[in-house]
């Protein structure tokens, strides 16, 4: 079954009050706007995009603990999309979101998993193995560029390692987060930066 960006707003203001505040509402909705702002401009599906944006983190609907990592949240996103009995990719965005280059080691600040036992490890690889489309790739720079307002990649990503610190693939996620960048530049053939003349209020 397939999600537009108006039943998946519905979801997300049915969550409102639920966790500890609405911030990742606000950071969901910051994404799923600016993601249909770039897939305008590269001639994609608009509200495609902005739905994803708007579900991805919707396994935070209950709050989450930031000490237990990625894996809770996008497991309960993902099991929550497909219990309402939406396509998978609407339910992969739930896990796909936090890694990079579509392995399981890229990710931004959280633990190592490459020897993780932890149960969820496998089925969380296999989702996020698959190729990336063009609509996860957008997710995925927009999730860097979105706290609860748009700010430029380099600054969120700045943000994260002074409030997280450095971890071991760190390195990795900050060469894959500007591969990215460079890639959807050149997708537009200008710098993404200028379909928001609002983030010059940030510099
Ligand atoms: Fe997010």
């Given at each position: 079954m397939?999600?537009?960006?108006?039943?998946a707003l519905?979801l997300?203001?049915?969550?409102?009050?639920?966790a500890?505040?609405?911030?990742?509402?606000?950071?969901?909705?910051c994404?799923g706007?600016?993601?249909?702002?770039?897939?305008?401009?590269l001639?994609?599906?608009?509200?495609?995009?902005?739905?994803?944006?708007?579900?991805?983190?919707?396994?935070?609907?209950e709050g989450?603990?930031?000490?237990?990592?990625?894996?809770?949240?996008?497991i309960?996103?993902?099991?929550y999309?497909?219990s309402l009995?939406y396509?998978?990719d609407?339910?992969?965005?739930?896990i796909k979101?936090?890694?990079?280059?579509?392995?399981?080691?890229?990710?931004?600040?959280?633990?190592?998993?490459?020897?993780?036992?932890?149960?969820?490890y496998?089925?969380?690889?296999?989702?996020v193995?698959k190729?990336?489309s063009?609509?996860?790739?957008i997710?995925?720079?927009?999730?860097?560029?979105?706290s609860?307002?748009?700010?430029?990649?380099e600054?969120r990503?700045m943000?994260?390692?002074i409030?997280?610190?450095v971890?071991?693939?760190?390195?990795?996620h900050?060469?894959e987060?500007?591969?990215?960048?460079t890639?959807m530049?050149?997708?537009?053939g200008?710098?993404l930066?200028?379909?928001?003349?609002?983030?010059?209020?940030?510099?």
């Open positions: 397939k999600l537009n960006s108006k039943e519905n997300l203001n049915a969550c409102r009050g639920k500890i505040n609405d911030d990742w509402i606000l950071h969901s909705i994404i706007n600016t993601a249909s702002v770039i897939a305008k401009h001639n994609l599906d608009e509200d495609y995009a902005k739905t994803l944006g708007y579900i991805h983190d919707i396994g935070k609907r989450w603990n930031q000490y237990e990592g990625v894996l809770p949240h996008a309960k996103g993902y099991n999309i497909k009995g396509d998978d609407y339910a992969e965005i739930c979101h936090s890694f990079l280059n579509h392995d399981i080691n890229c990710l931004a600040n959280d633990r190592d998993y490459t020897d993780s036992k932890d149960s969820r496998e089925f969380i690889k296999q989702i193995q190729e990336d063009i609509y996860d790739k997710i995925n720079l927009c999730d860097l560029m979105c609860t307002k748009l700010d430029f990649m600054k990503l943000d994260l390692l409030r997280h610190g971890y071991k693939n760190t390195h990795y900050l060469l987060a500007r591969k990215l960048k890639q530049d050149d997708l537009l200008y710098n930066y200028d379909l928001f003349p609002e983030l010059r209020a940030n510099i």
